[in-house]
């Protein structure tokens, strides 16, 4: 298929949806909406967080993609971003590896887990051995009392989204911030 008729074909699709009523979100990029005057492009202009839970807790990580988003992040949660017939292992690893900052979610639950929340867990430290040093990329968030990992409590601070689930909040998006800031800081600096 030639590039033209490719570009055709999308914006067929997306019109389609549109039309419909549907919005069309491009990850990473942001959200074509329709209006009453016509149709809008939304840029997804903050962080991008990957949100790592087992399914034990998907409540928890619905309620943490909600926050996020009403700070103004782009958070990946694979239950709101995955479509029917992606390859799923694919499009997490990809996530994974293009996103600013990953969250992992830790309760009584998921510490036990066997399969993909560790797998999960595993790729974003090794996304993070890929990062400066005084990067903060990780960021372990206790949705219930539990024992955060050894390899992850030596040295990493971690939030707990309970019993305060409003102040756990604010230090994770504050941290997240800052960073943020930090990262936009340097890479202007660098130009």
């Not at 149709?39 to 996020?68: K, M, N, W």
């Not at 999960?120 to 990067?135: I, K, N, Q, T």
């Not at 601070?157 to 230090?171: A, H, M, N, S, T």
Request: proline residues 4%; aromatic residues 10%.
């Amino acid at each position: 298929m030639q590039t033209a008729e490719l570009h055709e074909l999308v914006g067929k699709a997306v019109s389609d949806c549109l039309i419909d009523g549907i919005e069309v979100e491009l990850d990473g990029l942001g959200v074509f909406r329709r209006t009453e005057t016509g149709v809008t492009f939304v840029s997804a202009t903050g962080p991008r967080v990957f949100i790592a839970y087992a399914a034990e807790d998907y409540s928890c990580a619905a309620r943490l993609y909600s926050a996020l988003v009403s700070a103004g992040f782009n958070p990946w949660l694979d239950r709101k971003k995955l479509l029917p017939g992606q390859n799923w292992r694919r499009c997490i690893e990809r996530a994974i590896d293009t996103c600013d900052f990953f969250i992992a979610c830790f309760s009584s639950k998921s510490v036990r887990k066997r399969g993909q929340f560790p797998y999960e867990v595993r790729h974003g430290l090794r996304c993070a051995e890929r990062m400066p040093l005084d990067d903060v990329f990780v960021l372990p968030v206790r949705v219930a009392e539990c024992q955060i990992p050894a390899r992850i409590a030596w040295n990493m601070q971690y939030v707990d989204l309970f019993p305060d689930w409003e102040e756990g909040i604010r230090k994770l998006v504050r941290s997240i911030h800052a960073e943020w800031g930090h990262r936009q800081a340097r890479a202007s600096d660098s130009e």
